[in-house]
Each structure stands twice: as structure tokens, then as C-alpha cells.
Nanobody
Framework: QVQVEESGGGLVQAGGSLRLSCAAS????????MGWYRQAPGKQRELVAV???????NYADSVKGRFTISRDNAKNTVNLQMNSLKPEDTAVYYC?????????????WGQGTQVTVSS
């Protein structure tokens, strides 16, 4: 069993910053890619940023230059530093972690953390 827990969401004014954190725990032999997704009301879930085990990153065009994804392999965590936030960034942010365990390899989702940006 693997648990994925997000934290750091909240309410912030436009132009402000938030830092999201996600920690994976449980039956983990190794962690592969980790990413952040978001879903606004009435919209599809979209990829925000992803980071591979080797540290390569990829960002959605809408957040490029404002968000930074990073990981701490010793703590099995992935972070998302969000700067210059805009109202359109308002969404539930979900962490996704690729895990190699004792018997299988699969992805796990966190429960999500709300980010609200006011104008």
C-alpha cells in the first residue's frame, strides 16, 4: 500500500505565491516520475508539471516561468513552487507519483489540495 499526501494549498491574492508539497509513503522500492496536475470546476484535469527520476522537468505552457517543480528523493517528496499566481490558476491540485513496489509498478494519486487565487 502506498499513500500520497499533498499539503500547502490555500487562498492567495493574484501575484502571490504558494508552495505545494507531496509526500509518498508505504511500500516503495523506488519512485519514478512525479507530477502535479490540476482540475478547475467544469474543466478537464491537466498536467501542470512533471519531473523524472533523473531530474528532467516539463511544464504546461500556462505556468512556464512561474512554477518550479522539484523533488527530494531522500524524503520521497515532490514540491511545486508557484509564483506570480493568477486567478486562472485556481483549481484542485493533485500529486501523481510513479512507484515501484515489492510486486508491481504503478501510479498513485493524492487526494488533492485546493488553490484559490483572488483578483
Amino acid at each position: 500500500q502506498v499513500q500520497v499526501e499533498e499539503s500547502g494549498g490555500g487562498l492567495v491574492q493574484a501575484g502571490g505565491s504558494l508552495r505545494l508539497s507531496c509526500a509518498a509513503s508505504g511500500n516503495i522500492f523506488s519512485i519514478n516520475a512525479m507530477g502535479w496536475y490540476r482540475q478547475a470546476p467544469g474543466k478537464q484535469r491537466e498536467l501542470v508539471a512533471v519531473i523524472t527520476s533523473g531530474g528532467s522537468t516539463n511544464y504546461a505552457d500556462s505556468v512556464k516561468g512561474r512554477f518550479t517543480i522539484s523533488r527530494d528523493n531522500a524524503k520521497n517528496t515532490v514540491n511545486l513552487q508557484m509564483n506570480s499566481l493568477k486567478p486562472e490558476d485556481t483549481a484542485v491540485y493533485y500529486c501523481n507519483v510513479g512507484v515501484t513496489g515489492s510486486y508491481n509498478r504503478r501510479n498513485y494519486w493524492g487526494q488533492g489540495t485546493q488553490v484559490t487565487v483572488s483578483s
